[in-house]
Nanobody, 123 residues
Framework: QALLMESGGGSVQPGGSLRLSCVAS????????VAWFRQSPGKEREGVAE????????YHHHSVKGRFTISRDSAKNTVYLEMNRLKPEDSATYYC????????????????WGQGTQVTVTS
């Protein structure tokens, strides 16, 4: 069984910060890549950032580069998404996903998905 559990979402003012966590267990903890996606009502699911689980370079979508940082703690089977300087357009449900590669920001590469955590950026 593969399980991904997200946490850390919430409501924050523009310019604020949040840190999302994704804990992987079972088969999901052995996948080669972990990524964060987001989706807001009426929009396509969008890849935000991805990171290989066994070393290698992470990648961030241009819309979040310089504001968001993906990282991993392999000992805890946890991947984080540090989000700074949040904007209203960052509001979405954020999903953690795991796959066997190739690592990238296309949802078709990912087999295991979490239930999502809501991020709302509003004044």
């Amino acid at each position: 069984q593969a399980l991904l559990m997200e946490s850390g979402g919430g409501s924050v003012q523009p310019g604020g910060s949040l840190r999302l966590s994704c804990v992987a267990s079972g088969r999901a903890s052995r996948r080669a890549c972990v990524a964060w996606f987001r989706q807001s009502p009426g929009k396509e699911r969008e890849g935000v950032a991805e990171i290989p689980t066994e070393g290698g370079t992470s990648y961030h979508h241009h819309s979040v580069k310089g504001r968001f940082t993906i990282s991993r703690d392999s000992a805890k089977n946890t991947v984080y998404l540090e989000m700074n300087r949040l904007k209203p357009e960052d509001s979405a449900t954020y999903y953690c996903a795991a796959g066997d590669g190739p690592c990238g920001l296309s949802a078709v590469f990912y087999k295991d998905w979490g239930q999502g955590t809501q991020v709302t950026v509003t004044s």
